[in-house]
């Protein structure tokens, strides 16, 4: 079953060659595993000759290279037959040329800080085991059963900048626990996510809302001192020293696991062994850990281990989407996608379709 973007799911259309080609070879990162054949090379004399092997880490840099293109380019198409239609984000107005310019920027500098060093290390031997256990046949849409009904973890409506469990579309494909992840922000009808310039973190629409539990279930671990970065227009906070900033990771049913990051400082009001329900506020929206301006961070994996889990698709159930390209419609049971505004409905709302 593949799951495509509503905005970019005419079947007729044609995708282009080169989509269509990348859309059957292995994402860059997991090429990038192949490094690890490396280091007996280093270990042993007589196995010298695979220290070539560690070309493969260079790959893991292709995602943030391939967007240098785009930015010196503009969005458009060229004589390949690609893209010629507007992207599902196109109407967001949350990355001008200069911010995009100092995001590239800071995330290919931030990979040389110790702390981030190591997470990156960590997080590409963690894909290791997490491709033994399946087999090299991860979760999918098409194989994966949850047990646990899911909602929106906050109330009002929010967009989704980031994810989708389409591959063009998903927040991090090559990074097995990221690969059905959601970035939310609050928009504005124009698209914009602060009222006015890229000011301070608390000037953002998302910033200090509530935050909640998606499900029920029992809290494992949490993080609430990491700071706040003051800056929001595309530097990463150089002295941040987890990726995820403070969070939440709550286990439900089924042996799933879900992960609220980047959440405000001092505003996680669960702890560890507590029992939350689902819609029971347990933290605020914030800016803290990798983040270049205030937004949720939420996924769902298979274990507690942030670096060992394989990431799940993710249904939310009673949802409305919209976007600007496509009808609003209301879903008992469904994914969301990249560039949508989606909203929880409640009892109080409208029934879904």
């Given amino acids: 079953m593949a799951i495509r973007h509503p905005v970019d799911s005419d079947a007729?259309?044609?995708p282009g060659r080169l989509r269509a080609i990348t859309r059957r070879l292995p994402d860059p990162i997991t090429v990038s595993l192949l490094g690890f054949l490396s280091i007996p090379g280093y270990v042993f004399d007589s196995l010298e000759e695979l220290k070539l092997f560690a070309l493969f880490f260079l790959a893991a840099f292709w995602p943030i290279l391939q967007l240098i293109p785009g930015l010196l380019t503009g969005a458009g198409s060229d004589s390949?037959?690609?893209?010629?239609d507007p992207a599902p984000r196109d109407w967001l107005e949350t990355d001008d040329r200069g911010?995009?310019?100092r995001m590239i920027v800071a995330m290919l500098?931030?990979?040389?800080?110790?702390?981030?060093l190591v997470t990156g290390i960590g997080q590409m031997a963690g894909q290791l085991p997490v491709l033994a256990r399946y087999r090299g046949s991860l979760p999918s849409p098409a194989d994966h059963e949850s047990?646990?009904?899911y909602r929106l973890p906050f109330e009002g409506t929010w967009t989704v900048i980031n994810g989708s469990p389409d591959r063009e579309y998903s927040h991090s494909w090559g990074l097995y626990a990221q690969r059905y992840a959601y970035d939310f922000v609050i928009a504005d009808e124009d698209g914009r996510t602060t009222a006015g310039d890229r000011g301070?973190?608390?000037e953002f629409y998302c910033f200090g809302e509530p935050i909640l539990a998606p499900a029920d279930g029992t809290v494992v671990s949490v993080r609430t001192d990491h700071r706040d970065y003051h800056r929001t227009d595309g530097w990463l906070d150089p002295l941040q020293r987890s990726i995820l900033g403070n969070n939440v990771i709550i286990e439900h049913a089924g042996g799933e696991f879900s992960v609220l990051a980047h959440l405000q400082r001092g505003s996680v009001a669960v702890e560890p062994g507590e029992r939350v329900d689902r819609g029971q506020r347990i933290a605020r929206c914030g800016h803290s850990g990798n983040s270049t301006e205030p937004h949720l961070h939420f996924h769902v994996q298979d274990r507690p281990n942030f670096f060992l889990g394989a990431g799940l698709p993710v249904q939310f159930d009673n949802v409305r989407t919209a976007h600007p390209d496509t009808e609003s419609r209301s879903?008992?049971?469904?994914?969301?996608?990249?560039?949508?505004?989606?909203?929880p409905l409640g009892d109080e709302n409208e029934p879904a379709e």
Wanted: proline share 8%; no cysteine; net charge negative.
């Fill in 12 to 14: 007729g259309a044609d």
């Fill in 80 to 84: 390949d037959g690609d893209r010629t």
């Fill in 99 to 101: 911010t995009s310019i």
């Fill in 109 to 116: 500098l931030i990979q040389f800080q110790p702390v981030l």
């Fill in 147 to 149: 047990e646990v009904d």
């Fill in 200 to 202: 301070p973190p608390d």
């Fill in 331 to 343: 879903h008992e049971r469904g994914y969301v996608h990249a560039g949508q505004r989606v909203t």
